[in-house]
């Protein structure tokens, strides 16, 4: 784990957290600047920057853990739904460089919004996109 990753420290008990989930394999606390009450972050303990960078295994023990924390702060907090979040990179508004899902409690007219700002495929485009991304995967 690296040594100025504050994930790691907080994994480590090197910084104190408000913990509601842990195992060997996958710690859940409450955000420090939650966008609502019960927001929780979800990583493994093993440090990964990155959602593309987790073993197999590793994410099969994340996902899992995540459904089970995303149930009980719906049940906890009384919402209606929630949003289940992950950023990738800085340019995505990765703060922290270490893999984390971020999982929000939503209820009808919370004020909360994200400011999406969908666009169009120009002529032909979202083809040669989907062919290159096929491409890609091979």
């Given at each position: 784990m690296p040594d100025d990753c504050v994930f790691c420290k907080i994994v480590r008990g090197e910084i104190s957290s408000h913990k509601v989930y842990e195992n060997e394999l996958v710690l859940a606390i409450l955000d420090i600047n939650p966008i609502a009450p019960g927001h929780a972050l979800v990583m493994p303990k093993p440090h990964r920057e990155t959602f593309s960078d987790l073993p197999p295994d590793l994410l099969?023990?994340?996902?899992?853990?995540?459904?089970?924390?995303?149930?009980?702060?719906?049940?906890?907090?009384?919402?209606?739904?929630?949003?289940?979040?992950?950023?990738?990179?800085?340019?995505?508004?990765?703060?922290?460089?270490?893999?984390?899902?971020?999982?929000?409690?939503?209820?009808q007219d919370d004020g909360v919004r994200f400011n999406w700002t969908p666009r169009k495929y120009g002529e032909g485009e979202a083809e040669s996109t989907a062919a290159s991304i096929r491409e890609a995967l091979k």
């Open positions: 099969g023990e994340l996902v899992v853990r995540a459904q089970q924390v995303a149930r009980g702060l719906v049940r906890a907090t009384g919402a209606l739904g929630f949003n289940l979040l992950m950023n990738n990179h800085k340019c995505s508004g990765q703060a922290i460089p270490h893999a984390h899902w971020h999982i929000i409690p939503r209820k």
